[in-house]
């Protein structure tokens, strides 16, 4: 595969990922309540009961917020269309890598942000460390593929110079 091949291939990656994580965003409780169901079924609160509890805590924490104020979930549901609209960023390096490229390093700084973000307002808000290091973790990982953009892209633009 060409190097613009390769580019286009994570970049396809990077845009299905944004869009899963950001559709996930809309049926939170739906999605709390199947996962708390499945971890009490598989008896994971007998090796990870934390685990277990924290789901648990949230599903109930969203249920009764649903309940009472439905319309804070409306705050995911922007959420959730940040998601899609910053994947639809990615069509323009997806054109033309090259002279988009400030898109992959936006994406990055993006990336990066997602750490601070995680440390102050999960502890602000109460998040125990656990899963302040999964929402971390989407900045870890979200910054690998753009690093290897990010290289591809130079070394598209270095062969382009070649010519």
Known sequence: MSTLGWIRAW??????????????AFPLLEELT??????????VGQWMPALVDWIDVVRDGLADTYAS???LAYGTDWLAFAHLVIAV???GPFRDPVRNVWVI???????VGVIP????????????????????????FGIIPLLI???????????????
């Open 89 to 91: 960023a990615f069509i």
């Open 117 to 140: 973000l995680a440390l102050i307002a999960g502890s602000i808000r109460g998040l125990p460390w656990g899963w302040m290091l999964v929402d971390m973790s989407f900045g870890v």
């Open 11 to 24: 970049i396809v990656f990077f845009m299905v990922a944004l869009v899963v994580s950001g559709v996930t």
């Open 34 to 43: 199947l996962g708390s169901g499945i971890l009490h079924s598989w008896g």
């Open 69 to 71: 104020y439905p319309w």
């Open 149 to 163: 953009i990010l290289r591809l892209t130079r070394r598209l633009e270095r062969e382009g110079a070649a010519h």
């Open 105 to 111: 390093q936006w994406g990055m700084i993006a990336c």
